[in-house]
């Protein structure tokens, strides 16, 4: 499945943890773990976010604004 992510992530550039966990019907946390083995190796970066959504209410799903990048190192 690990690999599965990779390409995902390598295909879609950019992508936020719940469009990862619906697409590979998982935990978040389980595919926390996963990225974290590719960002370990410097192959994806999660996406810093001044504010979740442009607010401060709070009021949006995390993992909806949780973003995670493909990093293409030429």
């Given at each position: ?7 995902f ?54 993992t ?11």
């Amino acid at each position: 499945m690990i690999l599965d992510l990779r390409e995902f992530l390598k295909q879609q550039h950019r992508v936020s943890l719940k469009e990862l966990a619906t697409h590979f019907d998982a935990e978040p946390d389980a595919i926390r773990g996963m990225l974290g083995k590719w960002i370990s190796k410097g192959k994806v970066r999660k996406m810093s976010l001044e504010a979740n959504c442009g607010g401060s209410c709070c009021k949006c799903d995390p993992t909806l604004t949780e973003l995670y990048e493909w990093v293409d190192k030429v």
